[in-house]
Structure formats: structure tokens, C-alpha cells
């Protein structure tokens, strides 16, 4: 399975992977179906403060989305965070791996960070984010839990050169 951009070419695909979310999925990651229809609006080119990536398996049948992970308000200095997996592809570290690469462009960026919010019975999402490093910061006022992922960059790091310096 490799990571890559989201494509406009994608969204045969995008549609499968939204039918094979699974219920959970659904219910976490595409209530009332809004990041589906934001996914195809950033495939059409009307999201210009997202970016998105895809985590795409080959199968017998041809490509096939597994995940998709997304960043929004990227013109910010914390961006927020959400991403779903297919049912039957959960459980391969999928999630693991579209967060790192999330993580990693908002670090090229000089992101101060990335939030994201989860659901209170999202039980397997907060081990993920938690394992990943984020942290619990509160409650959004949607009611969901608020996670914040800090991020070191330069900025901040000679910041705290110079106040350990100075001591």
C-alpha cells in the first residue's frame, strides 16, 4: 500500500471508499456524509485550504483507496487533521502511516501544529492519536474531544536554545 496525493482522477475511487467505510466509519469520519462531499470539492478545486493524500492498495481488481487523510485550514498555522480507513483495511497501521505523512508536510510547512476533533466514543481513534502524540486539549465547541499535536520547528527550537543558553 503506498501514500500519494489525492488526484481529481480519484474519484471513482473516492466514491468506493466512502461506500466501504463501514459503519463506524460512517459514523466517525462521514456523519451527515460532509467529508464526502468536501473530498469532491477539493477534488474539483474549491478547497484550496485542504490537502489531501491516499493510502491505495493494489488489488486484483485494480487500485483501490484504502484511507484518506486530510489537512484544512493549511493557510493557518495549526491546521486540523481528519482521516478515515476502509473497513477492510483497518488494523494494518494505515492510520499510522497517513498521519506521519500529514505530520511531516505540516512540519515542512513550519506548521506550529495540527488539531484535530474525535468523537467521545471513538475509542480506537484516541489510542491512534494518542500513540502519534497527540494530546487531549479540551472540548470543541461541536461537544467532540479536542487533540492538539505540537509541532518542533525551527522557530521554536532556537527559542528554546537560547532560553537554555541563558540559564
Excluded at 119 to 135: A, I, V
Amino acid at each position: 500500500i503506498r501514500i500519494r496525493p489525492l488526484i481529481p482522477e480519484d474519484r471513482d475511487g473516492v466514491y468506493t471508499f466512502f461506500r466501504n467505510l463501514g459503519e463506524e466509519g460512517t459514523y466517525f469520519f462521514n456523519r451527515n456524509g460532509g467529508n464526502e462531499r468536501g473530498t469532491y470539492q477539493y477534488l474539483d478545486g474549491a478547497r484550496t485550504d485542504h490537502i489531501f493524500w491516499a493510502a491505495v492498495a493494489d488489488t486484483p481488481e485494480g487500485e483501490e483507496i484504502a484511507g484518506i487523510v486530510f489537512l484544512f485550514k493549511i493557510d493557518t498555522k495549526v491546521p486540523y487533521l481528519g482521516i478515515g480507513i476502509s473497513e477492510q483495511w483497518k488494523g494494518r497501521h494505515l492510520g499510522r502511516r497517513l498521519m506521519t505523512t500529514a505530520r511531516e508536510w505540516a512540519q515542512s510547512v513550519e506548521a506550529g501544529g495540527i488539531l484535530l476533533t474525535t468523537d467521545t466514543k471513538n475509542f480506537r481513534g484516541q489510542k491512534l492519536y494518542e500513540r502519534m502524540g497527540y494530546k487531549q486539549i479540551g472540548t470543541h465547541s461541536n461537544g467532540e474531544i479536542l487533540y492538539l499535536l505540537a509541532l518542533p520547528n525551527e522557530n521554536t527550537a532556537s527559542v528554546a536554545r537560547s532560553r537554555t543558553e541563558k540559564q
